[in-house]
């Protein structure tokens, strides 16, 4: 992928991401133009002649999620249409992956609608990272790659030296992020069990280990109104947690969820730029990099 036929087109969602792939891939970076008509549809412009080329395609789909996917769709197709060579869709965080099963009848399953989607406009290879659920990639027939960010995250936390750390998965479905975060951080994991009462709220129970005079880091792949997050750090620091940490992937942080942890007595919470945000101190450019390089 190195060398002068790879070129990066950079999506208004990832402009810092875009910029830090191209730069790790040593190839050049076209960001699209977007604008907006006066009904509010997307009109997306890249002014550079991507004929025979690897061109790829960075757009996240955080908020506004509609409008971040429609875009995305857009250009993958665009590139098509302009002759690249290969279509390389990079979607570090992809919209409606969390619904990616039918939990009661009659309901759409929009993870694998928006898989189709992609593969449809024109994508011949999708990378994502930290997808809610791999299986969720079985909706491609194209490539895919789903990458993980727990790695970068453990280094990012190793450095923050913190005292007995323990790394917890918010829930079951963590436990292997928190168990690849703690393998980098020399630290040990496990896992809180949750129930979720509804979207925004959760049961936490922290029963099977002592957390006391220990730096705990609660591990997700998304936190969203932070509702699981600031519960579990409730109890946690009840029980004599000494700090309590947050990292996730996907900083998705809806409305109030800084200050819902915050005052949940979180003192530090760490994410990466697959949504770019205040938060976001560890990049996935390297991972995505090593992928195509
Ligand atoms: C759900 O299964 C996800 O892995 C996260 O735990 C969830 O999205 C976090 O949501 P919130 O921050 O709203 O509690």
Known sequence: MRGPMALVIGGSASPLLSLRLSRAL????????????????????VRRDVAGERVIVVQSNGRSQNENLIELLLTLELMKDMG???????????????????????????????????????????????????????????????????????????????????????????????KNVALEMGADHDYIEKKRISPESVRVSVGGFDVRGRDVVIVDDIISTGGTVAESARILRKNGARTVHAACTHPVLVGNAMEKMRSAGVRRVIATDTIESDVSVVSVAPVVAGTLG
């Not at 994508?123 to 930290?130: L, P, Y």
């Open 84 to 178: 690249a060579r290969e279509v390389v869709a990079v979607v570090p965080y992809m919209a409606y992956s969390r619904q990616d099963r039918r939990f009661t009848p009659g309901e759409a399953v929009s993870a694998k609608t928006v898989c189709r989607l992609i593969e449809c406009a024109g994508a011949d290879h999708f990378i994502t990272v930290d997808m809610h659920h791999r299986e969720t990639l079985q909706h491609f027939s194209i490539k895919s790659n789903d990458l993980t960010a727990a790695h970068a995250i453990g280094g990012y936390l190793k450095r923050l030296r913190l005292k007995r750390p323990l790394v917890l998965g918010a829930d079951r479905g963590a436990a292997e992020r928190a």
């Open 26 to 45: 040593r190839c050049g970076l076209v960001r699209t133009e977007v604008r907006r008509f006066p009904d509010g549809e997307i009109y997306v412009r």
